[in-house]
């Protein structure tokens, strides 16, 4: 629904929209059209302007709508791709435009927001695992490092997608970025699930043991806890598994000035395999359902050893091209 109509006090033209679906009709195909409208007539669209709050699904949208047309790699953080929708609309002409005042999802995280490990800076994160609190400890510093190694396998295959001369190149090396995107935030949310993880245990064995039911409640939490404690890291290995594939690929095909960068990025993930291995197993060793432990660790056993095979050769591969 829309209607437009001529604001003589400002000399423009207006066009105000109220949309309805917007899986039907997305807030940028609306705004392209009007702009070609406009120039159809001899005028440009000066400015962009939301009323009111708008899904976050709408600008992640937008802003992968426009760097497509622009064949630049989508393979980038939400910030950033939502920086693009705001600057490409020109949400921000008519007057400031913060995402954190206007986003749903983001209002909605501001009032239930808790302190995570993600969100602190290098420094901090670090000075936090050196205290002598347990958590975060090498659960959630192996799922960190993870992500970093698939932050520079993607970061490889943006350079790659944006190198001159490779301008053909950029759709698949936009889909690889994404790809690695997708890993490395998975990863992160495993950073502050682990140390959770961690306290569910210390919640479990805060539990009285009092009476016999009380002992029998507080010994099943901790066997719960434990178990979980256990599927946290083994899917800190999977996941980071996966980003092999990715710097795999970037050493291949990627851009030749950043193989090493792709070699320590196989090196990040080895070490966020094998370190996510240890925990499954320190945390195994507590749990009663030896089941369920055997079929776990067969599994963990399994991706350690593919793991040492990818990374060998990964790095073979790197060293020979420098």
């Avoid at 120039?39 to 669209?45: D, L, M, W």
Wanted: hydrophobic fraction near 40%; include cysteine.
């Amino acid at each position: 629904k829309a209607i437009g109509w001529y604001i003589s006090e400002y000399g423009i033209a207006q066009v105000s929209m109220n949309l309805t679906d917007i899986s039907l009709t997305p807030l940028h195909i609306a705004f392209d059209e009007v702009c070609r409208c406009a120039q159809n007539r001899g005028i440009r669209v000066t400015g962009c302007e939301i009323v009111g709050l708008v899904p976050k699904k709408v600008l992640v949208e937008a802003g992968k709508y426009y760097l497509e047309k622009q064949q630049r790699s989508i393979g980038i953080s939400e910030k950033e791709i939502i920086k693009i929708a705001v600057k490409s609309m020109g949400l921000d002409d008519l007057k400031p435009f913060n995402p954190e005042e206007k986003v749903i999802e983001y209002l909605l995280e501001a009032e239930n927001k808790t302190t995570k490990l993600i969100d602190m800076t290098c420094q901090a994160f670090a000075d936090e695992t050196a205290s002598e609190s347990p958590a975060p400890g090498g659960g959630s510093i192996s799922a960190y490092l993870g992500a970093l190694g698939a932050a520079l396998g993607t970061m490889v295959a943006n350079l790659s997608a944006h190198k001159p001369g490779w301008d053909e190149q950029w759709k698949v090396f936009s889909d690889w970025a994404e790809k690695g995107e997708k890993i490395k935030n998975e990863l992160l949310f495993l950073v502050d699930e682990d140390t959770k993880s961690f306290n569910k245990i210390m919640d479990a064995f805060g539990l009285p043991k009092t009476s016999e039911q009380e002992k029998n409640i507080r010994s099943k939490a901790i066997q719960e806890a434990t178990k979980y404690a256990i599927e946290v890291p083994y899917k800190t290995m999977c996941k980071a598994f996966e980003a092999f594939e990715l710097c795999n690929a970037m050493v291949d095909i990627g851009n030749p000035n950043s193989v090493s960068d792709a070699g320590v990025g196989a090196l990040c993930i080895r070490s966020a395999v094998m370190g996510a291995y240890l925990n499954v197993k320190i945390n195994a060793s507590s749990l009663k359902d030896k089941v369920f432990v055997d079929d776990i660790l067969q599994k963990a056993d399994d991706l350690l050893m593919k793991t040492k095979s990818m990374e060998e050769t990964i790095l073979t591969k790197v060293n020979n091209k420098l």
